[in-house]
């Protein structure tokens, strides 16, 4: 099939995807896309969502489009099979969306709070609140056995994904059961929950007795918790926290590596106390 010249316009860009998608899956189109599933495409969609993250950290605007670009044709693909099994379009998702953003900004499509009057805490709140009230009104229909979407929002926390990061999935959890009003105060409050849990660990740690290892395992998931949880409380979103901790120390161990390589030695026969000595160095010159 011959690629036809790149049309003008984001929309008419975006049909031009699809139409390559159902090329792609056709029967006389490339054997590994029409092999795909919904299942089988999960790994890419996870591969493509950091790829994203990592582009956007990156701070380089080429490498955020391409990335885009990529999770974009996840999407599309994800859409081509299910419109295929008969279950929706990608025209069914988009208007999926709309709907939802257009419901949720009353305060831009109803003309409510037209005059800038309404503040960014208040939009949030109002976000959450929407979505507890669908997640209610869900729970409240018909509940047939094929309807998805009453079958996941039985609880107000059944439908955060069991496929997220632990991490944000604490977030969310901690985030689901604030919008319903179960939530500290403040966020000194949840610092003193992360100072009990620490004690907790320690506890554990040093007891030594039989089966602390898996005590010491679990208060470590409730200290983790509680951090996560203290980060929503600081608008800090815990896993690009992490993420930067851990580029900081990579940065930092691989500057101490290559102080070492250019005086001729390795880590392996260095000792503790000069790795730590150049740690400190590296550290205070950054």
């Given amino acids: 099939m011959a690629d036809p010249a790149p049309p003008h316009g984001a929309g008419a860009r975006f049909n031009r995807l699809v139409d390559i998608m159902r090329a792609l899956r056709a029967p006389d189109g490339c054997p590994w896309d029409r092999e795909q599933t919904v299942t089988s495409l999960r790994p890419f969609v996870l591969e493509e969502t950091y790829e994203v993250l990592e582009a956007i950290e990156s701070g380089t605007p080429a490498n955020l489009c391409e990335e885009l670009g990529d999770y974009l044709y996840e999407a599309v693909f994800l859409a081509q099979i299910s419109e295929e099994a008969g279950h929706f379009t990608i025209a069914d998702a ?9 419901r949720r900004h009353p305060h831009v499509f109803a003309r409510e709070d037209r005059n800038g009057s309404i503040t960014t805490d208040q939009v949030i709140e109002r976000w959450e609140t929407m979505k507890a009230h669908e997640r ?3 729970r409240q229909s018909s509940g047939r056995a094929d309807d998805h979407a009453a079958v ?3 609880t107000t926390l059944s439908g955060v994904p ?3 990061p632990s991490l944000l999935r604490a977030y969310e959890i901690g ?4 919008a319903v009003g179960f939530d500290w105060a403040k966020p000194t409050e949840v610092l003193d929950k992360i100072e009990e849990e ?5 506890r554990e740690v040093e007891s030594g007795a039989a089966g602390h290892l898996s005590r010491a395992e679990e208060e470590m998931g409730d200290l983790f918790f509680a951090m996560a949880n203290l980060s929503r409380k600081l608008g800090i979103e815990p896993e690009a926290a992490l993420r930067g901790a851990n580029e900081k120390f990579t940065r930092r161990f691989d500057a101490v590596e290559q102080a070492f390589t250019a005086r001729g030695r390795s880590l392996e026969n260095a ?3 000069e790795m730590e000595g150049e740690w400190q160095r590296v550290k205070e010159s950054a």
Avoid at 175 to 178: D, T
């Fill in 136 to 138: 209610a009104a869900l």
């Fill in 175 to 178: 985030a689901r059961a604030a």
């Fill in 198 to 202: 620490v004690a907790e660990v320690r």
């Fill in 152 to 154: 996941r929002a039985k």
């Fill in 94 to 102: 988009i208007d999926a969306i709309c709907g939802k953003l257009i």
């Fill in 162 to 164: 069991k496929t997220l």
């Fill in 271 to 273: 000792t503790l106390e």
